[in-house]
């Protein structure tokens, strides 16, 4: 521990520029006065599994302790992260920074304070700090190590490769299994080794910031990643979990996603007592509308802990700045005082894009590779590492160690060779590799790092993280000045300029990721096509793989099928390609950067929208004939309806078999709202406007000229989604038949009025009830052909809100709605399809179950 006498010693050792008055957290702020009080120690377990000792006041806010730790990581997006704690409830919760830390743990000798990750974005391109990236990337490990990510095995291996990448560098046969052996990254991991170590072997050459980026762009995919479940159950009993994401609530049943509410469409969240409650705004475009969403949980305080998370994702995300506190009532309180503190994500997103602070090198734990690329390569050649001794004083946990004088070692200078990263890391040599072994291990006795040609780790004191250069040498090894002597210890370089030259290599980092609108919509084209891709693989190798063995299909619908697909697929497989490669050069991934400006897509997509446009529009027009003979040789054969049901019960068929079907034209859809997007961007002048503007021309007129057949598609796959759910109904989808809506209404019968559910169709409708069958079917009751059907408003007449009657050739049935306005929208519906069904003179019945003529093939 570093006495108070030493203290000038001390920061000549550690090279601390002089202290201006400025503050490491914000610009134009000074450090917060320390409350008056006596010293406490807070303990706090980092991601890197380091527990570190903070003193602070016993009267100061959680921020105070809260700053302590990120100026001790020199983090500058610490607004991602969070303090969080284990209440005497065994409830992981939360440090609120606007309270004492001592009011919220009352015990903290026996209290570790873990830093994490707390608000995870959509996007890790948003994180623009690589220590940022770096410390996410350890709690992505952290999460998959204890099962909380869950995902295929697939994904599982290729996570795990990247870990191992970064940790241990490019692929050895005997080092990787030996280091897999002796870490556990998952909990199958022994059963997928063989996986985990093909995909790391292709990851030669990557440096271990590189790594981190490729692991977090894996794990941003799947469903759990930064899911945090909250169990519940909902009105009916039925065990759910609810979570937070950046675009609102989220409902689990198991590890899958069942339902979501967007923030735009929650207008409150409320609990009381054990009940959490979500207020939704009204849904014009849905009948069957429900204002307030309830779910039981298992105490109030297990709701007041996902009230407040929610509050503060919600602010975090959705706000431009943080919210102002409300003004404290004067004589009666309601409600909660709890509010978000601390910078929004558009806040955090400015400052670190608008400040110029500086970089400094941190130590990857478990990493052969140590990030260093605020040094030069003068500097790497330069500077000389002393000999350092490090003594531990075990009388307390955690470890506190203590820096002796250093001596300078002039014989060890340019040791350190550079990794296959460049600039982003550096390799030990074999000889040191024993060395940083015991500084990462639990040190036990005094160790002599004379031999490490590197920087030793840094070394805790306090809390706050040195790094041992030699007597009068500063970060980059120059002599500091002797003002700088006696400068304050939390001054940290991070937002000054001393000390730190930018290299040409950092600007090749930097321009790896751009911060430009228009890169994230192509970033967001990429990533969507590669999705497609995958989606028009389901049909065109998949189903074709499955209906080649079983031999079920007939001969024109399988040529069918292969002439309208395939050729789409080939086209969107070079498409993709060619996105690509124009991202690549976007990022600076390539030398094409050199010959010219590629930083724009609207040219890639003219030119494949020209295409598309040329070639395939006519066979985009043949995907609703597909459709129909598809349902049509399903019903003509047993066997081949259910080779299509197990195949939609397959993992790479997660969605129903005819979705995929309209995937192609639906795309469609979305280059028109991508070329929109970047067409709002764009000033009139910018050279990638006018190829923007012609692309969406073209598509617009394509989305015009084939949305007759996807609206018949459309129609197509609800008609047959409703096959699935009603039970007592038989050859549903017709040529003619459309679907108009479905929503309950009350039905009066003799036992009073008795609620049913309504399926409107354009020659029918249907009303049923939920059965009790295994799939939770609805079971038919009744039908009311429209021909020659009147309609007939009865409140009057039957004492009944909201009621009207329907008057068919052969029952009459009187209904109510809830409201007007539905008893108007219904009213309105009813009478424009008997208009339409009356002019095809054409009247059906629906309610035939016979499956005689149905063959066994």
């Known amino acids: 521990m570093v006495e108070p006498g030493d203290r000038a010693v001390a920061g000549q050792r550690l090279g601390i520029p002089e202290s201006l008055g400025l503050s490491t957290l914000e610009p134009g702020q000074r450090l917060p006065t320390t409350p008056p009080g006596r010293q406490v120690s807070i303990r706090v377990q980092l991601l890197d599994d380091v527990t570190e000792v903070f003193d602070i006041s016993q009267r100061a806010p959680a921020k105070a302790l ?26 992981m919760v939360w440090l609120d920074l606007l309270k004492p830390t001592l009011k919220q743990i009352r015990r903290p000798k026996n209290t570790i304070l873990r830093f994490v ?15 940022t990236r770096y410390l996410f990337a350890l709690q992505i490990k952290h999460d998959l190590a204890c099962g909380r990510l869950t995902c295929s095995d697939t994904s599982a291996a290729l996570l795990v490769s990247h870990i191992v990448q ?31 170590t093909e995909y790391h072997h292709k990851h030669v050459g990557q440096t271990p910031a590189q790594s981190d980026y490729q692991l977090l762009e894996t794990a941003r995919r799947l469903e759990m990643y930064g899911v945090r479940l909250h169990p519940a159950k909902d009105r009916e009993g039925t065990k759910l979990s609810l979570a937070v994401s950046h675009i609102g609530l989220l409902v689990f049943q198991g ?6 509410f967007n923030w735009s469409k929650v207008r409150k969240l409320s609990f009381k007592r054990k009940r959490f409650l979500i207020k939704l705004r009204p849904d014009l475009n849905q009948s069957a509308y429900q204002d307030t969403l309830e779910f039981v949980m298992a105490s109030r305080d297990c709701c007041k802990i996902y009230w407040k998370i929610c509050v503060e994702y919600h602010a975090f995300f959705r706000l431009f700045e943080e919210p102002k506190p409300k003004a404290k009532a004067v004589l009666f309180t309601r409600g909660s005082s709890f509010r978000f503190s601390g910078r929004t994500q558009k806040q955090v997103f400015d400052y670190v894009k608008d400040s110029a602070f500086q970089k400094v090198p941190f130590e990857r734990k478990h990493s052969k590779k140590v990030s260093g690329s605020s040094l030069t390569a003068q500097d790497r050649k330069t500077s000389t590492v002393p000999q350092e001794s490090v003594s531990v004083d075990q009388t307390d946990s955690p470890l506190r160690l203590t820096l002796q004088a250093p001596v300078d070692d002039p014989t060890v200078t340019d040791g350190h060779q550079a990794g296959p990263g460049g600039p982003e890391g550096q390799v030990l040599p074999s000889s040191t590799r024993h060395t940083e072994q015991q500084i990462s291990g639990v040190i036990s006795v005094s160790s002599d790092l004379s031999d490490s040609p590197l920087a030793s780790p840094p070394v805790v004191v306090k809390g706050q993280k040195a790094f041992p250069f030699g007597p009068g040498q500063s970060l ?35 321009r790896k990721f751009p911060t430009d609108k228009a890169y994230f919509i192509a970033k967001e084209l990429l990533t969507t096509e590669r999705t497609f891709q995958k989606d028009l693989a389901v049909i065109t190798v998949s189903f074709q793989a499955v209906l080649g063995k079983q031999e079920v299909l007939p001969d024109s619908v399988r040529t069918l099928i292969n002439t309208t697909y395939n050729p789409v697929y080939q086209f969107h497989q070079a498409f993709l390609k060619e996105v690509e490669q124009r991202l690549q050069q976007w990022e600076g991934r390539s030398n094409a950067h050199i010959k010219g400006d590629y930083q724009r897509v609207g040219d890639v997509m003219l030119k494949n929208i020209q295409g598309l446009k040329q070639q395939l529009t006519s066979l985009l027009q043949r995907h609703g004939e597909v459709l129909v003979e598809l349902e049509r040789s399903c019903r003509a054969s047993q066997r081949l309806e259910e080779v299509c049901r197990e195949f939609e019960q397959r993992k790479v068929c997660y969605l129903s078999l005819n979705m995929f079907l309209l995937r192609p034209l639906h795309r469609l859809l979305h280059y028109k709202l991508i070329l929109e997007r970047l067409c709002k961007h764009y000033p009139p002048t910018h050279q990638d406007f006018r190829d923007s503007r ?47 809506r479905l929503g309950c209404l009350s039905k009066l019968s003799g036992k009073g009025l008795q609620q049913r559910m309504f399926f409107l169709f354009s020659d ?3 009303y049923t009830s939920r059965g009790m069958t295994a799939d939770n079917q609805f079971k038919v009751h009744g039908q009311l052909p429209l021909y020659g059907m009147t309609i007939r408003e009865s409140e009057d007449e039957w004492g009944v809100p909201h009621s009207f009657t329907l008057f068919g050739q052969r029952q009459s049935v009187v209904v ?27 009247p059906t019945d629906l309610l035939f179950t016979s499956r005689s003529d149905r063959s066994k093939s």
């Open 117 to 131: 990750v707390k608000f995870f974005p959509p996007d890790h391109t948003q994180l623009l700090e690589e220590l």
């Open 816 to 842: 109510a709605a809830s409201c007007v306005s539905e008893m108007v929208k219904w009213m309105e519906d009813i009478r424009m399809a008997v208009a339409l069904v009356e002019q095809s003179n054409r």
């Open 166 to 196: 970064s940790e241990i560098g490019d692929f050895d046969e005997v080092q990787s299994f030996q280091h897999l052996l002796h870490n556990k990254y998952m909990p199958n991991q022994d059963a997928l080794m063989d996986k985990i």
């Open 764 to 766: 029918s409708l249907v």
């Open 255 to 260: 590890h899958t996603k069942i339902n979501a």
């Open 694 to 740: 012609a692309a969406l021309a073209d598509i617009s007129e394509m989305v015009l000229q084939l949305q007759g057949t996807m609206m018949k598609m459309e129609n197509i796959q609800k008609l047959l989604e409703l096959k699935k759910d009603l039970t007592g109904i038989q050859d549903l989808v017709i040529p003619g038949r459309e679907f108009i």
């Open 476 to 510: 980059n090894g120059h002599q500091p000045s002797p003002i700088n002597a006696h400068s304050s210890p939390l001054s940290s370089p991070l937002f000054t300029d001393a000390g730190y030259v930018r290299t040409d290599d950092e600007d090749e980092v930097r």
């Open 66 to 91: 809260f700053d302590l730790v990120c100026v001790h990581l020199n983090l500058a997006e610490r607004d991602y992260f969070g303090l969080q704690y284990q209440n005497p409830r065994r409830m």
